[in-house]
């Protein structure tokens, strides 16, 4: 949950609008993404985000680089400033729902009317667990086309955040503003019969219910969707509820899906449930690894039930405007855009606490509308020796935008990334759908193993309409990572006269504990390296094939007729990549004296 916070008045708003341009049906392509202030850049309208309006992919903000992490409740680093939960109705909460984390846009009305005895609160925009990823701070948090109605003794909290409502305001909300808008709505409503016609399009293109690539299998307690294990849009028709015969929780499967496809499954039927305790909260399920691909379709229900134990994964549509969904999950970690009402709530019995929480969509879902003609800008990652694919490797895709030959990822004037960072799979592949344009791949990390190449950028790949069914690749390819292996030499002398003595007997120490000087023992010990070593003829030893540090040499035994030294312990001496390759030679002497090799004639010894 939120700590509480005051509202600051005079803050700027960030409005989020989309411009009548984006609602037309035919004047942008289905791709334009609205960003604050109204305006439309070139970027967001050819990012992979084939949903109307825009929705799906994250909008800066501040994007994560590197994918949305697992819910969590640390720090908030990163800011999305895009529509996590559309509703074309009305949204109510109710007994113990907690948060819905995101940009909330609502065209009916907002009713919170939670149970007696459960919190009185419930947050819209950033969520005290959730993927820690909130809109921009002053940007319209809550968009209500009705009321907002807060039941006496609650609080709905946007605390950083505005609340624009186009009806009345009753109850207790903490928000940075909150402003009477009579078009709040306005720049929203064409979506809902946009995403009512994408509903339908994916799932019964042309009347006919859209041909599957796969199956899903209701039988042993789960539901099991098998791919074809090589489109890059992997198509599943569901017509039962998942869900047990009494009713209970069935597990959620996904199998021969690859790296980097896109899942659309069409749940068909008036009345659907998911009932499931598939998901997790740390990412660790398979499930959760196609969250931001994967787009549950309703394109035909009346009602539409998710509830469970588990964390949902992957984003929602519901395209019955006459729908209600009641969604009593623990948590929905996706996109969730109906055009009917919803209700936000939690079982009968059992612990509180469900929430929506903010992740992007970034599928490439079937055309729906007029698009430019889009083609796949590959890259294929390899190892340099043996060209094999390599996983592992994580990838930007930029824009040739700036008109400066080049490309440039910084500065006032950069060109323009175009999506999220995309992973390599076995296959070693990265691939977008993008529409023409000049392009390059950046590298932004080695596999493991690897280093990453000098430069670490791969282009201009130009995608044509007349290449674009083909597509256009490059190849990058990586040299493994050596580390360096440094040496340490002692050469024992007599004090007095310089000679090479043979028979001292040394042990190396590896400086591991943080602690200044040498400890050889406690429980928080410096490393020892290897055995030790006597000096020959020569009055030599060395010790070899060490790792990059700091290295303490500690004389055991002296030569016939010698004595140790009152500090036996030298150092410490650093092993470093600059002398890696011609050692370093530690020079140290004894002088005579009774014959002691066991060590007593020195007092110092090591710490």
């Known amino acids: 949950m939120f700590r509480l916070s005051l509202a600051r008045p005079g803050a700027r708003s960030l409005r989020p609008l989309l411009t009548a341009a984006v609602l037309g049906a035919a004047a942008l392509p289905v791709t334009a993404m609205a960003l604050p202030g109204g305006q439309l850049s070139r970027e967001a309208a050819l990012a992979a985000?084939?949903?109307?309006?825009?929705?799906?992919?994250?909008?800066?903000?501040?994007?994560?680089?590197?994918?949305?992490?697992?819910?969590?409740?640390?720090?908030?680093?990163?800011?999305?400033?895009?529509?996590?939960?559309?509703?074309?109705?009305?949204?109510?909460?109710?007994?113990?729902a907690a948060e819905a984390e995101g940009r909330v846009v609502v065209l009916g009305s907002f009713d919170q009317r939670k149970a007696a005895g459960a919190s009185a609160i419930y947050n819209v925009g950033e969520a005290g667990v959730g993927s820690r990823v909130a809109p921009p701070v002053g940007a319209d948090w809550l968009t209500t086309g009705g009321d907002v109605t807060v039941a006496t003794g609650q609080r709905l909290l946007a605390e950083q955040g505005v609340v624009r409502h186009a009806g009345t305001l009753s109850g207790t909300v903490l928000a940075q503003r909150t402003v009477h808008d009579a078009d709040a709505a306005g720049p929203y409503t064409a979506l809902r019969g946009r995403l009512t016609d994408a509903s339908t399009c994916y799932a019964h293109p042309g009347g006919v219910t859209r041909t599957p690539t796969g199956t899903a299998v209701h039988a042993g307690g789960e539901t099991l969707f098998t791919g074809d294990g090589s489109a890059m849009l992997q198509v599943f028709t569901v017509d039962f509820d998942m869900q047990s015969a009494n009713?209970?929780?069935?597990?959620?499967?996904?199998?021969?899906?690859?790296?980097?496809?896109?899942?659309?499954?069409?749940?068909?039927?008036?009345?659907?449930?998911?009932?499931?305790?598939?998901?997790?909260?740390?990412?660790?399920?398979?499930?959760?690894?196609?969250?931001?691909?994967?787009?549950?379709?309703?394109?035909?229900?009346?009602?539409?039930?998710?509830?469970?134990?588990?964390?949902?994964?992957?984003?929602?549509?519901?395209?019955?405007?006459?729908?209600?969904?009641?969604?009593?999950?623990?948590?929905?970690?996706?996109?969730?855009?109906?055009?009917?009402?919803?209700?936000?709530?939690?079982?009968?019995?059992g612990a509180g606490g469900q929430e929506f929480h903010n992740y992007a969509f970034d599928g490439n879902l079937p055309d729906c509308g007029t698009a430019p003609t889009e083609g796949e800008v590959r890259v294929l990652k390899t190892d340099y020796a043996t060209g094999r694919p390599l996983a592992g490797a994580v990838f930007e895709l930029w824009e040739e935008t700036n008109g400066v030959r080049g490309l440039q990822t910084s500065g006032q004037t950069p060109d323009t990334r175009r999506g999220s960072a995309c992973t390599t799979g076995g296959s070693g592949l990265c691939t977008r759908t993008v529409p023409p344009g000049t392009y390059y791949w950046v590298e932004t990390r080695a596999p493991q193993g690897y280093d990453l190449p000098s430069p670490a950028h791969f282009g201009p790949l130009v995608l044509t309409a007349a290449n674009a069914s083909q597509g256009v690749s490059v190849t990058a390819a990586d040299h493994r990572h050596v580390v360096p292996k440094g040496s340490l030499t002692v050469h024992k002398t007599d004090a007095e006269t310089g000679r090479p003595l043979a028979g001292a007997v040394f042990r190396l120490w590896h400086e591991t504990n943080g602690v200044l000087g040498l400890q050889t023992s406690g429980t928080d010990a410096d490393t020892p390296v290897g055995p030790g070593c006597a000096t020959g003829s020569s009055g030599r030893c060395a010790f070899t094939d060490l790792a990059l540090g700091s290295y303490y040499v500690q004389e055991t035994a002296v030569p016939e007729g010698y004595v140790l030294p009152a500090n036996r312990v030298s150092g410490p001496h650093e092993v470093t990549a600059a002398n890696a390759s011609t050692g370093v030679t530690v020079n140290l002497s004894n002088r005579r004296g009774e014959p002691d090799k066991g060590g007593k004639g020195g007092k110092g010894g090591p710490r």
């Open 247 to 349: 009713g209970g929780q069935e597990g959620i499967r996904f199998a021969r899906i690859p790296a980097g496809a896109t899942v659309l499954v069409n749940v068909l039927g008036t009345n659907r449930t998911i009932n499931t305790y598939s998901g997790t909260i740390d990412d660790s399920s398979p499930f959760n690894h196609l969250r931001g691909r994967l787009l549950w379709n309703f394109p035909d229900a009346t009602s539409v039930g998710l509830k469970g134990t588990g964390q949902f994964q992957g984003s929602v549509l519901i395209g019955n405007q006459g729908s209600l969904a009641t969604v009593s999950l623990p948590g929905v970690n996706g996109r969730f855009f109906t055009t009917g009402s919803l209700t936000h709530t939690s079982p009968p019995s």
């Open 49 to 96: 985000a084939p949903l109307p309006g825009g929705l799906g992919p994250c909008v800066p903000g501040t994007c994560p680089p590197d994918g949305y992490p697992p819910v969590h409740n640390g720090p908030i680093r990163f800011r999305d400033n895009g529509v996590n939960v559309y509703v074309g109705g009305d949204f109510h909460v109710r007994e113990k």
